[in-house]
């Protein structure tokens, strides 16, 4: 828990949260993978060893890749992202800082076939960006959390007639 971490170590947790678009595009979105944010207090050594950071979770039957783990410091105020290293051994001074990003699941099947109202949803919870909303699952969220209805049938068409050019009733 993070109240025993800053108990017991010189840190303070600026965040712990679920990390956006870490889980994989698809019908079944991929699980979202989680970010930690901890700003050292007084000098200390952190250790780190991780794996696929490069070779992400993969998706099946058409669905996208989860995102890879990650570590990154802050070192004089400047982030160093993805440190290119397996195994992680930093001294850290005041005010110093590490993000630790975990990877998220790959997803399963077509994302243009999630339902529109889970990609909304997906959306306003913080799962999946606006962006990637639109990029990934052809749903067009606006700045208010609203579904652009007529921006969303557009993205979504040209997918229905890929679909029915090679025979499949489009969904």
Same mark, same amino acid.
């Given at each position: 828990?993070?109240?025993?971490?800053?108990?017991?170590?010189?840190?303070?947790?600026?965040?712990?949260?679920?990390?956006?678009?870490?889980?994989?595009?698809?019908?079944?979105?991929?699980?979202?993978?989680?970010?930690?944010?901890?700003?050292?207090?007084?000098?200390?050594?952190?250790?780190?060893?991780?794996?696929?950071?490069?070779?992400?979770?993969?998706?099946?039957?058409?669905?996208?890749?989860?995102?890879?783990?990650?570590?990154?410091? $802050?070192?004089?105020?400047?982030?160093?992202?993805?440190?290119?290293?397996?195994?992680?051994?930093? $001294?850290?001074?005041?005010?110093?800082?590490?993000?630790?990003?975990?990877?998220?699941?790959?997803?399963?099947?077509?994302?243009?076939?999630?339902?529109?109202?889970?990609?909304?949803?997906?959306?306003?919870?913080?799962?999946?960006?606006?962006?990637?909303?639109? $990029?990934?699952?052809?749903?067009?969220?606006?700045?208010?959390?609203?579904?652009?209805?007529?921006?969303?049938?557009?993205?979504?068409?040209?997918?229905?007639?890929?679909?029915?050019?090679?025979?499949?009733?489009?969904?």
């Amino acid at each position: 828990p993070t109240e025993q971490l800053e108990a017991k170590y010189p840190v303070l947790v600026e965040r712990y949260s679920l990390r956006t678009d870490s889980g994989g595009a698809g019908r079944h979105r991929g699980g979202l993978g989680a970010e930690f944010v901890a700003t050292a207090l007084a000098p200390f050594s952190i250790s780190a060893y991780t794996e696929r950071r490069h070779c992400a979770p993969w998706g099946l039957e058409g669905g996208g890749d989860g995102a890879g783990n990650r570590v990154d410091l $802050r070192v004089g105020g400047e982030w160093q992202e993805g440190v290119n290293a397996k195994v992680l051994a930093k $001294r850290l001074t005041a005010g110093d800082a590490f993000r630790i990003r975990s990877g998220g699941g790959g997803g399963f099947g077509d994302a243009r076939q999630r339902p529109v109202e889970q990609v909304l949803r997906d959306v306003r919870e913080g799962y999946v960006s606006r962006e990637a909303a639109e $990029r990934d699952y052809g749903v067009v969220v606006d700045v208010m959390g609203e579904l652009d209805i007529a921006g969303t049938m557009a993205r979504r068409a040209p997918a229905a007639d890929s679909a029915a050019a090679k025979g499949a009733a489009p969904k």
